[in-house]
């Protein structure tokens, strides 16, 4: 009996004096401090790689947060909320930075961006969409990626399909064929709400343009217009022809790619992430899958191209935005750098000296993609404010749950993005 | 004797009381505060905008879902794993060979955590290879099956099935407790006295069991409210919010839209419910006080 | 406890093999979740990628496992989550055990309000109180410390600590207590050699329920900690997944180790556990 007390008082002595040993939080002047949302096994060990790198090249010690994905978001917030954000933390360029920098929690990176003399390292593209906020430089944009239709080879050859579709009635013909095959032409894995929004943006970019997008995206124009009703009413075209895999919302990002990575499905609008995970699980990049950019709709429409882009910020009032900054250059400049990292994660590099012929296939054949489109833009929930994205993300997944539901759903959408505008 | 008594109550008050109040009930009234405020969380100005944020709450459709849901998601929560748990231990409440290996095997699904449970189940449920449409179309056909996690209408239901065999085990061990104390005379008067099986359980164990129901249900409650970790896992409030909680909600409106003042208001709604629950629960307590004192 | 006759009668009838054949059925099905679990961690993602989890593998595959004990990190989570779980389970405990002896032996005015409002704070969801809890520990520069999540779950524990310890001193009789204080002894003496010996049992439930809750809790550790050093077995979980991959077979692997303490805390407790519901829960 009193064994039992005197163990658990032992325990909780022992306990506390391990604990107290954890006290000790030293902040010298050559630290920094970085919370990063790249875990699992590549993304951290390739980062880990490239902090390394640059302690010794530097002389700073960097302490590394990663924190998962998903409650990376909370993190963050709580610790803006404590005034106590990191020095150097990632994030996504876009809306999500732009509230960031609203809140003056940011340190301009001007100086450093004219000092290394990023103008000639990092794409233009990509610096002007993903690095300037209000006419300030705030975020290097260490890798990016972007949204195409990735599919299994083996099933489009085995349906017959020589040529690649670039048109809008090219695809469907495609698609037809497919279904005709007996696979299911497109798998999407709306689960978790975003994968859905590359549809609505490869929709609404190829046929109101890229203007009407953005007026959208911040407000200007409504989800009741004409425009959008003309997009949803393509892609309930497609659900309505049966080109969609059933029970979309029940299946995650990595259950379609598994759809088509198993040939249940031919192939899935997914960023360039997917390369990384079709590989780990023993893909090879054009043997067993391809990609091919979304369908042009409309001719006189100029051509755009979307993904997000991971950037790395400073914080403003971290203890050292200076170690942060000297962090962010060497993240940016060093080529070397460049590539491992994004080969690690299935990226791109924003670098424009990074020689593409060390990418796979696939990856070359996107970059060449992005080459040649007129515009670079961000996905949906990047690109408007937070609380409206949330709303949309919302409207995507009801709409793949019942589509003949459309202009319901439209309606209730364009209510609830004017009130989320105004928050 | 007075005065030593009130010295010892002080005494041994101060830590618990001190621990509670500056760890828990200060934060809470401070999250309160936020409630008046349009603070976003990121930005260290906000203005007081007095009841604004409570009055948005009557507009806000998707915070009268997440009340049906919530309160769905505590009856069921509490009803489905007390109910099962009780059985179990009816049935438990021998002399089996073995009764110990079957106690370990309910209680099992408690020790692993919310990230692997929400995980398997999300994979039984899976529609194309999951194991419940794989054991459905085999005994039922192929039209049986169903997108259980996907569809507005069962993805509640289909987390509260989780969720239940998570929590069974608990309650279990609780009534198995409860059922050594009834006296075994008591139970063979009943034999001697002829009644059925059915009889004895429903007329003496059952009303027996009423103090141990008692705590069944606190911990169940309790348990309900951290049940957030296995929604958020399974359907993260979805499809399209048909899941939410109250608890779902406040997260999303929080952490997600940046919306820190309107979530507090919405987390003091919430703890205005729990404390009527409290005051029905406690009111439950009381007469069972009163009739076993 | 029960008479040697029953025990007798059992084994014998159709209703006895009705009855192990549906406590079967129910195990059965209680299991396959469970065994799910298993599956997962004897297979490579590429498998459970191509839907083939709920088979039976032809060969054992232990790399999952080899991969998550051999990795250093993972050792450390264990040490850090020991290292909370251990004194936020006994203190607790001991705050529960002096507050809820003061509600059931020495009574006062106000009493049961107080105790009501500690009660409640079982009733909200933790999350409600996540950013008043990191200003003040960013205040006192605990954050990234193990100190945080030791005092929160100490504090969050003691609700219901205070009410089960309650209803079970309720049951210890005022004549032993009176009689100890007559020989003289102090109201620290009683409690200590008189009800916390009686208490035991009850104790041990508390044990059992508040290590398997902290334990498996990921919300704290999330929030307070930063560095790798400092984190605990559910953020290691969490983490082995990225932004873009999965690690579903390592995942599954640790989560099956991760809960073995809480398994043998159940099994090393559950004697006492059965005696301390009886006298705690019956006679409240």
């Known amino acids: ?423 | ?293 | 406890m029960r008479s040697m006759a029953e025990r007798q009668a059992f084994p014998l009838t159709p209703w006895t093999a009705a009855l192990i054949a549906m406590l079967i059925m129910l195990a059965v099905l209680f299991l396959t979740p469970t065994v799910g679990v298993l599956l997962s961690s004897i297979k490579t993602t590429r498998a459970i990628a191509l839907g083939d989890l709920w088979s039976i593998p032809g060969e054992l595959f232990l790399g999952n496992y080899a991969e998550v004990l051999s990795n250093p990190a993972v050792h450390r989570y264990f040490v850090n989550t020991v290292i909370v779980t251990v004194p936020a389970t006994a203190a607790s405990t001991a705050l529960g055990v002096l507050a809820g002896y003061v509600f059931a032996k020495l009574p006062f005015r106000g009493a049961s309000i107080l105790f009501l409002a500690i009660v409640a704070g079982m009733f909200f969801p933790p999350q409600v109180i996540l950013v008043p809890l990191f200003r003040l520990f960013n205040g006192v520069g605990l954050i990234d410390t193990l100190w945080p999540i030791f005092l929160v779950h100490t504090a969050l524990g003691i609700p219901i600590c205070t009410l089960l310890m309650r209803n079970f001193f309720a049951t210890v009789p005022n004549a032993l207590r009176e009689a100890a204080i007559l020989e003289g002894a102090s109201e620290w003496q009683v409690l200590t050699r008189v009800a916390i010996p009686l208490a035991l049992p009850a104790l041990a439930v508390l044990a059992t329920l508040q290590f398997t809750w902290i334990w498996n809790d990921f919300l704290w550790p999330l929030i307070f900690t930063q560095s790798d050093e400092k984190r605990t077995i559910m953020i290691g979980i969490v983490n082995l997944k990225g932004q873009y991959t999965v690690a579903w077979g390592v995942q599954g692997a640790l989560s099956l180790i991760a809960s073995l303490p809480t398994l043998v805390i159940f099994l090393f407790f559950q004697r006492y556990f059965i005696k301390g519901m009886t006298m705690g829960a019956v006679k409240g």
């Open chain 2, 1 to 293: 004797m007075e005065r030593e008594n009130r010295f010892w109550r002080v005494v041994l008050l101060f830590l618990p009381l001190s621990v509670f109040a500056v760890f828990v009930v200060w934060p809470l009234f401070s999250s309160f505060w936020y409630s008046f405020t349009d603070w976003n969380g990121f930005n260290p100005d906000y203005a007081f905008v007095g009841l604004d944020n409570y009055a948005r709450i009557w507009t806000d459709r998707l915070f009268y879902g997440a009340i049906i849901n919530t309160a769905m998601w505590m009856v069921a929560a509490i009803v489905l794993p007390t109910l099962l748990g009780l059985a179990l231990a009816l049935l438990l409440d021998r002399q089996i060979r073995g009764a110990r290996i079957f106690k370990t095997i309910f209680y099992l699904p408690i020790c692993l955590s919310a990230i692997v449970v929400g995980q398997i189940w999300t994979w039984i449920y899976q529609p194309d290879w999951g194991l419940l449409n794989a054991i459905i179309s085999f005994v039922a056909g192929e039209p049986f099956t169903h997108a259980w996690l996907a569809r507005p209408g069962s993805a509640l239901w289909s987390v509260i099935v989780a969720w239940s065999w998570q929590q069974t085990g608990l309650s279990m061990v609780i009534y198995l407790a409860g059922l050594t104390a009834i006296p075994s005379d008591l139970l063979e008067v009943c034999d001697i006295e002829g009644a059925t099986p059915w009889q004895r359980i429903r007329r003496v164990v059952v009303p027996l069991l009423i103090p141990s129901t008692i705590v069944v249900i606190a911990l169940s409650v309790i348990n309900s409210l951290k049940g957030f970790d296995i929604l958020y896992i399974m359907t993260g409030g979805g499809p399209f919010h048909s899941s939410d909680t109250l608890a779902m909600h406040m997260y999303n409106e929080s952490f997600k839209k940046y919306l820190m003042g309107y979530g507090s208001a919405i987390s003091v709604v919430l703890f205005l419910i729990a404390l009527v629950i409290i005051g029905f629960y406690f009111r439950q307590l009381k007469r069972i006080d009163e009739i076993y004192g």
């Open chain 1, 1 to 423: 009996m009193t064994c039992f007390n005197r163990r658990a008082l032992i325990g909780c002595v022992a306990g506390t004096v391990l604990a107290a040993t954890g006290l000790s939080v030293s902040a010298q002047d050559n630290e920094i401090t970085i919370t990063h949302y790249f875990t699992g096994e590549l993304g951290l060990k390739a980062l880990n790689e490239q902090i390394a790198r640059f302690e010794e090249a530097s002389g700073y010690v960097m302490r590394n947060s990663p924190v998962g994905h998903e409650d990376f978001k909370t993190d963050i917030l709580v610790r803006a909320s404590g005034n106590s954000l990191p020095d150097v933390f990632s994030y996504w360029a876009g809306a999500r930075v732009q509230f960031v920098v609203d809140s003056g929690s940011l340190a301009p990176i001007d100086d450093m961006w004219d000092r290394e003399g990023l103008d000639d390292v990092v794409a233009k593209s990509i610096a002007d969409s993903a690095t300037l906020y209000d006419g300030t430089r705030y975020l290097v944009p260490f890798n990016y990626h972007y949204a195409g239709m990735f599919y299994n080879t083996q099933v489009f050859a085995d349906a017959g399909i020589t040529n690649l579709p670039s048109t809008w009635d090219e695809f469907l013909e495609v698609a037809e064929t497919l279904k005709n095959a007996g696979v299911a032409p497109i798998a999407l894995g709306s689960k978790n709400r975003w994968p859905a929004q590359f549809w609505f943006d490869y929709l609404l970019l190829g046929t109101a343009g890229p203007d009407y997008r953005a007026a959208l995206m911040n407000g200007t124009a409504s989800y009741d217009d004409d425009e959008v009703a003309r997009a949803m009413a393509m892609w309930k075209d497609l659900v309505d022809r049966g080109y969609f895999a059933p029970n979309a919302n029940a299946d995650t990002w990595t259950d379609a790619s598994d759809k088509v990575h198993r040939g249940d499905a031919a192939m899935t609008l997914m960023g360039t992430w997917i390369t990384g995970y079709w590989n780990d699980i023993g893909s090879v990049p054009g043997d067993d899958y391809a990609f091919f950019p979304f369908p042009v709709i409309d001719d006189s429409v100029p051509i755009s191209v979307v993904g997000p882009v991971d950037g790395f910020v400073v914080s403003a009032h971290g203890n050292n935005p200076e170690g942060g900054k000297a962090f962010l250059a060497f993240m940016m400049s060093d080529t070397d750098v460049q590539l491992a990292w994004t080969n690690a994660v299935g990226a791109v590099s924003a670098n424009v000296n990074v020689d593409p012929a060390n990418y796979n296939d696939v990856t070359q054949s996107v970059i060449a993609t992005i080459g040649a489109s007129d515009n670079f833009a961000f996905n949906y929930d990047l690109a408007t404010p937070p609380p409206v994205a949330e709303v949309g993300l919302s409207m995507f997944a009801e709409f793949m749950d019942d589509p003949s539901r459309v202009d319901a759903i439209l309606d209730q959408a364009a209510a609830d993005a004017a009130s989320a505008f105004t928050q």
